[in-house]
């Protein structure tokens, strides 16, 4: 038995050992992650992923916390991802593993880990997806993703969390309408967190106003960010959609919270559970999943054919060297890239020609 056969049978053993060690060879993309990753993906499907996301300051951290404790006392085992800048220098998390769960700290069923957004604009990389599987093969119950707050990119997390929660600080005031186009319409349940301070109020009442004008894509009745069809046959059901109509939208709520004090998380718990079961029951989980999965398919062949032509690119003397043809005015950018592409497509008539 080879050392990552090895890694696979002890992750699925539930060796938490195993499991920081998957994810740091996922992380790093060390050899073989790939084959590894492939392995994984047979015993995903068990978990439910919350994303926390909302503008820095806001309490994530804390609430957070105070979720994977909660979710602990019902008996629940929580993996979290906390999605940190990348270090300038080494690509890493600049805050490593930070210990900011104090609620359960030392308690192995509340594993967490920070990873780095390394560079990407949403500042979730492929391979905290491929972290989220690990966790979800290794059994945990609830998987929750923190995001590093960064804006309006942070849409990115929609590609990975079944439901995703934005946190909104109270006397937000006119910073709902600026964000309404972005992150806000992400939401599948707004969280007003810190509602013990003053401005609470109007924050819950705006993001109300919002919801019941329908403003912003599909808050009320469209289900957040998800699909509005209503898929007649799906994995998570065992019953048929007798009709299609009598499914009704998911309307985004809104939860106050006081993290600090644990106030309102068993309602957010609650709110989650609902949302979970809306997905179920109208048959957006499965299409939800058909996406990420055919989003996972397009950018592994975009990196995969981005490392192809690197390769040829330096087979052709490096990049810097047909720019300066380009430059000389000896050919143009469009002509390199067809000239690089050729092979490839090349290969893909050989192949269709082969299956005909």
């Not at 609430?63 to 909660?70: G, Q, R």
């Not at 939401?187 to 003053?198: E, L, M, S």
Request: net charge negative.
């Amino acid at each position: 038995m080879s050392s990552d056969e090895e890694l696979l049978e002890a992750l699925l053993a539930g060796e938490h050992r195993a499991l920081a060690r998957v994810i740091s060879k996922i992380e790093n993309r060390s050899p073989g992650y790939r084959d590894l990753v492939s392995e994984i993906y047979a015993h995903t499907g068990g978990a439910d992923v919350i994303g926390i996301t909302g503008s820095p300051g806001a309490g994530k951290s804390t609430l957070v916390d105070k979720l994977a404790e909660t979710y602990r006392d019902r008996g629940e085992t929580v993996g979290v991802i906390a999605i940190d800048p990348s270090s300038p220098f080494t690509g890493g998390a600049v805050l490593g593993d930070r210990i900011r769960m104090a609620s359960t700290v030392g308690d192995m069923d509340v594993f967490v880990r920070s990873m780095s957004a390394r560079g990407t604009l949403g500042g979730l990389s492929t391979a905290t997806a491929d972290a989220v599987k690990a966790m979800d093969a290794f059994g945990k119950d609830k998987i929750i993703i923190e995001t590093v707050g960064a804006g309006q990119n942070e849409i990115d997390i929609v590609r990975t969390a079944d439901t995703v929660a934005v946190l909104v600080p109270p006397g937000s005031g006119d910073d709902i309408q600026t964000l309404k186009a972005g992150i806000l319409e992400i939401a599948d349940v707004f969280v007003v967190n810190k509602a013990d301070r003053p401005g609470s109020d109007r924050t819950v009442q705006e993001l109300r106003d919002m919801i019941q004008l329908g403003d912003g894509g599909g808050m009320s009745g469209g289900g957040g960010h998800h699909s509005q069809e209503v898929i007649d046959a799906h994995d998570d059901w065992d019953g048929e959609v007798e009709d299609a109509e009598e499914v009704t939208g998911w309307t985004t709520p809104i939860v106050e919270t006081v993290a600090t004090k644990g106030k309102g998380v068993d309602d957010l718990i609650s709110e989650f559970a609902n949302h979970r079961t809306y997905l179920v029951d109208s048959g957006e989980h499965a299409e939800q999943v058909r996406g990420r999965y055919a989003e996972e398919i397009r950018t592994l062949l975009r990196e995969d054919v981005h490392a192809l032509l690197e390769e040829r690119l330096a087979e052709r003397g490096g990049i810097d060297d047909l720019a300066e043809s380009v430059r000389q005015g000896e050919t143009d950018p469009y002509s390199i890239a067809g000239e690089l592409l050729d092979p490839v497509e090349d290969c893909l008539d050989e192949l269709e020609t082969e299956d005909a």
